[in-house]
């Protein structure tokens, strides 16, 4: 079956991934679209023999559109995945699912109502060879039960609309979802420590910044979440285990040896990092519509990583440690 869909957002990852549908997946074609800035969204519809709509929620109530992927700005997220799951229409909606907990907690309530699963998040990194093998290595008990991570999360230069929150929530979000993934478990408390601030940082904006959590069993991670590296997009984790550690591998880039010096790539950004990882989330995700059978990341895992983006900012404000309090999980979500 051809899954025709409708995508709202067409900037970087919207129109990114309209071609990953059209040129990379099998089982998919764009329809529809929509963006608030038709200046480019309309040569996009026609580029792709896909309807235009001056709305997103013209887009959800096509009936010739079946499911929806989300793209816009994050704060436009879970009015659309709300008016999905009102239409019984299935969403792929771009991290974050909302931008505070309370958002996604309606999200949820909304589809444990509705009583069948329609959403799903776009947390590709869970789709990451790399991050694949770690998460194996780690389940396989080769290095023990860790103890700590150490990760970094550095992007060459922030967008123009990044704010000091955003650096959590938007880009420190994709550590908190992909180490409760690896690690099996849920956060306890949540910590934000400022450091010595790059001089080149924007107007205003914190950074860097390192967040420290503790999961329930007691692993202590810290992830540097730095904007402004400038030599690229560079993303690290090292698992501490009782008997070994586990690193995420670069990915394969040519090493190069010339003129005495030893070099290899370093890539500029994620659509570049995780091409593979869209790839593969994005194909996994029609086939689990075929298959009637929704995967992971669903709206409990966005929600999740909401409420530790949430206690994270405020622990952050305040300089304090806080607990995340993420409530009990309904038997929908298992
Ligand atoms: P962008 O700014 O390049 O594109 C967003 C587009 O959404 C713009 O064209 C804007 O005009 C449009 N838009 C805003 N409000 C809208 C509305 N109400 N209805 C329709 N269109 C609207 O941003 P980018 O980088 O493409 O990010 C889009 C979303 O994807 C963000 O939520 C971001 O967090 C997420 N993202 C996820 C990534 C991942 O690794 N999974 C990577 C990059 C972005």
């Known amino acids: 079956m051809e899954w025709k869909i409708g995508v709202i957002g067409t900037g970087a990852i919207g129109r990114d991934h309209i071609r990953r549908l059209t040129n990379v997946v099998h089982g998919a074609k764009v329809v529809a679209l929509s963006d608030i800035r038709p200046e480019n969204a309309a040569g996009i ?32 997220h879970a009015g ?43 947390f590709m990194r869970r789709y990451d060879r790399g991050y694949r093998a770690l998460k194996e290595i780690i389940d396989s008990g080769k290095i023990g039960a860790p103890l700590m ?50 001089r080149s940082a924007q107007d205003g904006l914190e950074d860097p910044q390192i967040m420290l959590l503790k999961t329930g069993s007691g692993v202590r991670i810290d992830a540097e979440i730095n904007m402004n590296s400038h030599y690229g997009y560079d993303i690290q984790c090292e698992v501490v285990g009782e008997k070994g550690t586990a690193r995420l591998p670069d990915p394969n880039t040519i090493l190069l040896k010339t003129d005495g010096t030893r070099s290899c790539q370093i890539y500029s950004d994620w659509s570049e990092r995780f091409i593979e990882a869209y790839d593969i989330e994005l194909q996994q995700w029609i086939d689990s519509l075929n298959q009637g059978a929704l995967q992971r990341p669903s709206a409990w895992d966005g929600y999740a990583a909401c409420v530790t983006a949430d206690t994270l900012i405020q622990a952050r404000l305040k300089g304090t440690i806080e607990p995340v309090l993420i409530r009990e999980k309904p038997a929908f979500y298992e």
């Open 149 to 198: 991570v150490h990760c970094c999360h550095r992007n060459r230069i922030p967008g123009p609309q990044h704010t000091t929150d955003m650096t959590i929530k938007n880009s420190g979000i994709h550590e908190i979802d992909v180490l409760r993934w690896l690690l099996g478990e849920e956060y306890e408390t949540g910590q934000v420590l400022t450091v010595k601030q790059n």
């Open 45 to 76: 519809a026609k580029e792709y023999g896909a309807v235009f709509y001056e709305t997103g929620e013209e887009v959800i109530r096509d009936p010739n559109v079946d499911v929806i992927l989300v793209a816009s700005w994050d704060p436009t």
């Open 80 to 122: 659309y995945v709300l008016q999905c799951i009102r239409e019984r229409k299935y969403v792929f909606c771009e991290k974050p699912l909302g931008v505070s907990a309370k958002e996604c907690r309606n999200i949820i309530d909304a589809e444990l109502q509705c009583g069948k699963r329609l959403v799903q998040v776009g």
